[in-house]
Nanobody, 116 residues
Framework: QVQLVESGGGLVQSGGSLMLSCAASGVIFRIDHMAWYRQAPDMPREFVATITNGGRTNYADSVKGRFTISRDSAKNTVYLQMNSLKPEDTAVYYC??????????WGKGTLVTVSS
């Protein structure tokens, strides 16, 4: 089993920055990729950013140029640096891990609130 714990969420003013962290623990053999998703109230969960085992990244158009995903493989931790935050970025942010055992794992989420 793999556990994911997100941290770093909070309240920030529009234009501000936050960094989210997600630490993976448990029985980890090989991580294929890790990602961030978010879910705003009454909206479906949506993709934000992903980083592969080789360090290749991909972003949703809505966050390109503002968010940066990075990874510390030695610590099994993924980060999301969020700059120039907008009220529409308000959501619960979830960490996702795609494991080599074919299973996908989700964290419980961390709330980001951006005030206007």
């Amino acid at each position: 089993q793999v556990q994911l714990v997100e941290s770093g969420g909070g309240l920030v003013q529009s234009g501000g920055s936050l960094m989210l962290s997600c630490a993976a623990s448990g029985v980890i053999f090989r991580i294929d990729h890790m990602a961030w998703y978010r879910q705003a109230p009454d909206m479906p969960r949506e993709f934000v950013a992903t980083i592969t085992n080789g360090g290749r990244t991909n972003y949703a158009d809505s966050v390109k140029g503002r968010f940066t995903i990075s990874r510390d493989s030695a610590k099994n931790t993924v980060y999301l640096q969020m700059n120039s935050l907008k009220p529409e970025d308000t959501a619960v942010y979830y960490c996702y891990l795609d494991h080599s055992d074919g299973m996908g794992y989700w964290g419980k989420g961390t709330l980001v609130t951006v005030s206007s």
